[in-house]
């Protein structure tokens, strides 16, 4: 399920071209800036009612955590 970031370039081009060195460069930002979105969007998937649960905690009157929980 892990994606893997390719290092080589691909398609025909010739060795040594700078147009190939821009090309992986940019593919590589762009399956780095994919890879990131995806990590961030299971972060805040799972992490945004804890997040809710802990500020709740700490906000004033300080409710037990069954009120926070509770749907009344």
């Known amino acids: 399920m892990a994606?893997?970031?390719?290092?080589?370039?691909?398609?025909?081009?010739?060795?040594?071209?700078?147009?190939?060195?821009?090309?992986?460069?940019?593919?590589?930002?762009?399956?780095?800036?994919?890879?990131?979105?995806?990590?961030a969007k299971v972060v805040t998937h799972y992490g945004f009612i804890p997040l809710v649960i802990i500020i709740g905690m700490n906000s004033e009157p300080k409710p037990q955590l069954y009120q926070l929980l509770s749907p009344v």
């Open 3 to 39: 994606s893997k970031i390719a290092l080589k370039p691909k398609g025909k081009s010739g060795k040594g071209s700078k147009g190939s060195e821009e090309k992986s460069t940019v593919q590589c930002l762009k399956e780095w800036s994919t890879w990131a979105v995806k990590k």
